[in-house]
């Protein structure tokens, strides 16, 4: 099987939802679909291809285990059930890889691990090494841990971070539609979009999310964003097909192709701009907003109000006085030490915190300025509107 003008690397992100990989009945293992895609990877792997799978599906499988149904299982059934469902769901991956020659490892991730820069690193070495001994990745959020407050809660912008993370050159979002619709699928004149460059056009087409999982269309568009931006081309297909990404990267049925975009951005720049989860936000004057991109940090000064509880080395989201967000930045300080300086302006920064600073919230270095290719988030409303003197 050969591929030409299509594959810029051989490495590839495969993320597959709940809805293929269990019976949405009897919440079981569809072994038909499972079989068909190790399958197909092992040909990919076989000419040379570097396959990382990001697989949904340990909770459904697990619900059926405790007796419970999608419909009306809470957070605590469905963290049990995860803790049943994986070791089903990576024993019938092990057996089948085994059947074709190949070993697979597990990875859980949470929140954590791609928002605190040290453990994304430490993560991205780790997928690194078992691909450099031919050991395919399974990544999968840890579930039986995770809250709602601390989880990413879809598998499609997790998949998205890892092909950010790993360097890949397609990442392939398999589904049960056959891509990305002008309109709900199901309505009459409904026409399949094939080719996109940006995915802001069609944020409002999307809605809703299937029985098993818990992203639609309107996550794969988001991951696909977080790809594009880091130069690597998203596919959004239908995974019922005899070679489900095979056949999809040799252009041989129809899908939604997201187009990488050809200037991407450093693993730094991409890290820094595309957030699973906000941590605080900032808005700020409209001079220090112009100065953005300018080599010029965010002061206390600058800071007209604030939102939440952030740590130091959380990124924060920059707004400007209309609430359009402007950039992403690391922030020097926690969220208490930003609110004391900026409710205390005619003090020093040192004496208010104990220790020399020149109260640089966001130094130049540590910020990344949304371009128009970057799906931007809706300022929050400020919890603590720091008084600002005259």
């Known amino acids: 099987m050969v591929m030409t003008g299509v594959i810029q690397t051989k490495r590839i992100v495969v993320k597959v939802g709940s809805s293929l990989l269990a019976n949405s009945d009897r919440l079981t293992p569809r072994f038909g679909f499972i079989q068909r895609l190790m399958e197909d990877i092992a040909r990919l792997r076989d000419d040379g291809y570097e396959v990382i799978l990001c697989s949904s599906g340990a909770v459904a499988l697990g619900l059926n285990i405790l ?104 990442f392939i979002i398999l589904t049960g539609v056959d891509g990305l619709y002008d309109r709900n699928p199901d309505k009459e004149g409904a026409q399949l979009i094939e080719e996109v460059h940006d995915v802001s056009e069609y944020i409002e087409a999307t809605s809703g999310t299937s029985t098993l999982g818990t992203g639609g269309m309107l996550t794969k568009l988001q991951a696909a964003n977080m790809a594009q931006n880091a130069g690597c081309t998203t596919y959004i297909a239908n995974g019922e097909a005899e070679y489900p990404l095979s056949s999809v990267l040799s252009g041989a049925r129809k899908c939604t192709k997201c187009i990488a975009h050809a200037n991407p951005g450093s693993l730094w720049t991409t890290w820094l701009a595309d957030r699973l989860q906000m941590a605080g936000s900032l808005v700020i004057t409209g001079e220090a907003a112009e100065n953005l991109g300018q080599g010029k940090a965010i002061h206390r000064r600058d800071v007209i109000s604030m939102d939440g509880d952030f740590s130091r080395g959380d990124v924060l989201h920059i707004y400007d006085e209309e609430g359009i967000e402007r950039a992403r930045g690391l922030s020097d300080f926690t969220a208490e030490e930003t609110r004391v300086m900026t409710m205390n302006q005619e003090l020093p920064a040192d004496q208010l915190l104990g220790y020399q600073t020149h109260a640089e919230i966001v130094r130049p270095d540590n910020l990344v300025v949304l371009e128009t290719r970057h799906l931007t988030w809706d300022a929050p409303i400020a919890s603590v509107r720091p008084e600002l003197p005259d």
């Open 67 to 170: 007796g419970e149904r999608p419909e009306t299982a809470g957070l605590t059934d469905k963290q049990a059930a995860a803790a049943c469902g994986m070791p089903l769901l990576l024993n019938v991956y092990k057996q089948i890889a085994h059947e074709y020659g190949f070993e697979i490892a597990q990875i859980l991730l949470t929140l954590g691990d791609f928002e605190d820069h040290r453990r994304f690193l430490n993560t991205k070495n780790t997928v690194h090494r078992l691909l450099k001994a031919q050991v395919m990745p399974i990544v999968n959020e840890n579930d039986t841990i995770t809250t709602e407050e601390i989880r990413v809660g879809d598998n499609d912008r997790l998949a998205a971070k890892i092909a950010q993370m790993v360097e890949a050159g397609q």
